[in-house]
């Protein structure tokens, strides 16, 4: 048995999940990418882009840091719902697509075949989730609209607990009543975690720049934003070693090491082989995906926009 690259959070590495389900999901994800190209080329907005690009890099950053819950197990930011409120929908699943392929392709978190439906449960489930939670009560009070927030950042989370279960369970993996309770256990308090760094968030940006989370917001913001995610990075080194919410469920209902050896290795666990295992290290590969990200999704807003020209 090859040696197992550990998932992060719901990050599914190859193995867990048949072909099947991995090429339905692969198609899924495509046929929402398409669809969010399409829908956002029709509200498009060039001065959103740097706004999308800052976004996608803050929950990159975030990602790296886990913070530690109970029964020895970690989490860490998904994001979904703070890309939604603050980007619409559309915008929000061309920013967790970007982040998602990214980790995928150039630090092998999450495997490539699974790669369509870590998109899917991460970057599509719960950006619909979150936004449509967050509409639904969203649109009153300050309290309101953060309490909203909230509760949309935990269901969106719960929500893609769920799918990865029955993902798992439809691969033969593990039986849905034993993985289900155990996924949905776990990230009930990682949700909590999620629901808490997203009202923060968004709290901070209702006292500084409330039209950001405005369809005509976005500009004046990029400076400050990237600060932030160089932030983040910052503290990478000191994210919590325990297991994620998915490696601990593996681990705890014996599937562990049904997961597959990355098939390449460009920067492995967060690091950059050449400066060690350090934290200078961590933060040097986390600058690099920061800007990779950056300029995916720059290309993906771009493509959209390409699109929406010859309709002006």
């Not at 109970?70 to 967790?96: E, F, K, Q, R």
């Not at 995610?229 to 080194?237: E, I, K, N, R, T």
């Given at each position: 048995?090859?040696?197992?690259?550990a998932p992060?959070?719901?990050?599914?590495?190859?193995?867990f999940l048949?072909?099947?389900?991995?090429?339905?999901?692969?198609?899924?994800?495509?046929?929402?990418?398409?669809?969010?190209?399409?829908?956002?080329?029709?509200?498009?907005?060039?001065?959103?882009?740097?706004?999308?690009?800052?976004?996608?890099?803050?929950?990159?950053?975030?990602?790296?840091?886990?913070?530690?819950?109970?029964?020895?197990?970690?989490?860490?930011?998904?994001?979904?719902?703070?890309?939604?409120?603050?980007?619409?929908?559309?915008?929000?699943?061309?920013?967790?697509?970007?982040?998602?392929?990214?980790?995928?392709?150039?630090?092998?978190?999450?495997?490539?075949?699974?790669?369509?439906?870590?998109?899917?449960?991460?970057?599509?489930?719960?950006?619909?989730?979150?936004?449509?939670?967050?509409?639904?009560?969203?649109?009153?009070?300050?309290?309101?609209?953060?309490?909203?927030?909230?509760?949309?950042?935990?269901?969106?989370?719960?929500?893609?607990?769920?799918?990865?279960?029955?993902?798992?369970?439809?691969?033969?993996?593990?039986?849905?009543?034993?993985?289900?309770?155990?996924?949905?256990?776990?990230?009930?308090?990682?949700?909590?975690?999620?629901?808490?760094?997203?009202?923060?968030?968004?709290?901070?940006?209702?006292?500084?720049?409330?039209?950001?989370?405005q369809p005509?917001?976005?500009?004046?913001?990029?400076?400050?934003?990237?600060?932030?995610?160089?932030?983040?990075?910052?503290?990478?080194?000191?994210?919590?070693?325990?297991?994620?919410?998915?490696?601990?469920?593996?681990?705890?209902?014996?599937?562990?090491?049904?997961?597959?050896?990355?098939?390449?290795?460009?920067?492995?666990?967060?690091?950059?082989?050449?400066?060690?295992?350090?934290?200078?290290?961590?933060?040097?590969?986390?600058?690099?995906?920061?800007?990779?990200?950056?300029?995916?999704?720059?290309?993906?807003?771009?493509?959209?926009?390409?699109?929406?020209?010859?309709?002006?």
């Open positions: 048995m090859p040696p197992l690259l992060q959070a719901l990050h599914i590495p190859d193995g048949s072909a099947a389900v991995s090429l339905v999901f692969w198609l899924l994800s495509a046929a929402v990418i398409a669809l969010a190209l399409r829908r956002s080329d029709e509200q498009f907005e060039e001065r959103r882009i740097p706004l999308m690009g800052v976004m996608a890099a803050f929950i990159f950053a975030g990602q790296m840091i886990n913070f530690p819950v109970a029964g020895g197990t970690s989490g860490h930011l998904l994001g979904g719902a703070l890309a939604a409120i603050a980007l619409g929908p559309w915008g929000g699943i061309l920013a967790m697509t970007a982040v998602v392929s990214v980790q995928a392709l150039m630090f092998q978190d999450g495997g490539l075949l699974a790669m369509g439906a870590n998109i899917f449960n991460m970057g599509v489930l719960t950006t619909l989730v979150g936004y449509g939670v967050y509409r639904a009560f969203g649109a009153r009070s300050r309290k309101t609209q953060l309490t909203a927030a909230g509760a949309a950042a935990w269901l969106s989370v719960m929500a893609s607990a769920s799918l990865t279960g029955f993902q798992l369970w439809l691969s033969g993996t593990v039986s849905l009543g034993i993985v289900m309770p155990a996924m949905l256990g776990v990230h009930a308090l990682i949700g909590l975690g999620e629901a808490l760094i997203t009202t923060a968030a968004l709290s901070y940006v209702f006292r500084t720049r409330p039209e950001l989370v005509e917001g976005g500009r004046g913001w990029t400076a400050a934003g990237i600060l932030a995610a160089f932030g983040l990075l910052a503290l990478a080194p000191f994210a919590s070693a325990r297991p994620d919410g998915l490696e601990r469920v593996a681990a705890d209902l014996g599937f562990l090491d049904s997961g597959w050896e990355a098939a390449f290795r460009l920067l492995p666990d967060y690091v950059v082989p050449a400066l060690g295992d350090g934290g200078w290290s961590t933060i040097a590969a986390g600058l690099v995906g920061l800007v990779t990200v950056v300029l995916l999704l720059s290309l993906l807003s771009r493509l959209a926009r390409r699109r929406a020209l010859p309709r002006r």
